[in-house]
């Protein structure tokens, strides 16, 4: 099986994060850094984002060991975004308590020849204007997943929408995908997406799993469960990673490819919630990986024989 | 295929609800009345209950036309069972406005020898030592499955983990689950319950679906994703429906069948919130059964293939 390469642009931050079962004091985090762990496990990824010359080496030495490309992480004069959190003790939201944008508040993503040429692409969660434009320049893209936040959809409404109208699969979380619908039932709001243009979103619901809606079909993957979860934090990100990671392995895009998908994005995400920062996404390893989308197939594969 | 008799021993109610979609006034209701709607589509279902002199005969006829054997149908002197409650925009949790237990308040299961030879039991959310009771007259049970409530949690928790320890499987929602086992989490609160002794416990999550866990298996379906409902009442009940009536169907408790009783409950469970009252329940039809667990079976079930 040969893997497509994978372009993500997001953010690499530093975060301090407090949960009921521990903490972690600038840590690596940001979107395009959860993805690019989680997605690295699956298909070679070139990461696009921007740090501060803070931005600590060994960090550095992280991305290279899971053999991410770095060429287009670009380093600006300042401080690294960094965020402060924290998680109550039914852990469903962050508590953001400062957010210091530094470099991250003039990231202008800038893509070389290779970036424009892969086929696969996740667009974190940036200002959808940065979005559009990388979207833009992309050469000849096979499939384009988004992500994107509140903040946005509250200042933004329109320009998320045509985001959502140009990618293969939006990903929005409960709240986001009520916000931008306008509607309260999650099936409803997915209904009411499509119809707003998007070709397919997947509404990620913490631990209860992830929906997948497009035109035509409907797919539910539940989240791995975890007796034990430690930082929910890049949940969504990691959940990304494997998502599009294994749909640029495999690159397929039917059903059962879009199921396995959902399967291997509830894995990574289980496994980037065990640990602070992305620790657990690093040190984990293809068997392990794989146990547990086995482990989910056992749990929710049947076989349909007539009822009656 | 030889479905097997199903006794179940609840409450008959006469129901006052208000949803954000409407209302309905003394429609029929109460857990063993679902549970018969719903299981009378896989199973025989012998119903024991106790009514008031007031009990509309209509509602009789309703039991009858779907085959629910009424010999065990008590009728006290005195008014029925009524509950009046409403639910808010989310739908997530009644709000009970007023309870007149009437002539429930003193029911005492009365069971025949047709009822003590049920190899397939309900014991839906009654008072635990009632539940016990019933239970050490069952001539020789196969499977049996049980509800309760916060109500009993509070008021007799070593009594409803005596039930949890002697049922085969209890049903209990997020809350309940909560309260009894001390968790949070709802992967914990089930492996506690286990500790506690119980053989298999299914956590029922509403919107979210519902989780099963025994000692060596997990089982996960998601709700079948509705854009419409109207009204939750029963929903819980309607769940057991399906589950304990496909495996008294097919008399089989492998993992493959659990799984299927699991997608069964998941199908009554959402054709009872499509309208108050069991109206649905009563009108669906073996096709739209099958089509839902059908549907259910395409949203969830993927091929399990290496993934490296």
Known sequence: MTAADILVVGSVALDSVRTPYGQAEEALGGSASYFSFSA????????????????????RDQFEARGVDLSGLET???????????YMAELGHAH??????????????????????????FLANIDPDLQLEVLGQMASPRLVVSDTMNYWIARKPERVVEVLRRVDVALLNEEEARALSGETQLAAAAERLIEQGGRAVVIKKGEHGALYRSRDAMFITPAFPLPMLRDPTGAGDSFAGGFLGWLARCQRTDGDALRQGLACGAAMASLAIESFSP??????TREEIGDRV???????????????
Chains 1, 2 share one sequence.
């Open 279 to 284: 620790q657990r996404l690093i040190e984990t």
């Open 96 to 121: 953001t308590l400062e957010t210091q944008l530094n470099v991250f508040s003039a990231f202008h993503p800038r893509l070389d020849g290779r970036h424009r040429e892969c086929h696969y692409v």
């Open 294 to 308: 086995a482990a989910l197939h056992r749990m929710v594969t049947f076989s349909l024989e007539p009822l009656f």
């Open 76 to 86: 600006a004069s300042g401080r690294t975004f960094r965020w402060r959190g924290e």
């Open 40 to 59: 690295s496990h699956f298909a070679p990824v070139r990461l696009v984002a921007v740090v501060g010359e803070d931005f600590p080496h060994r960090h």
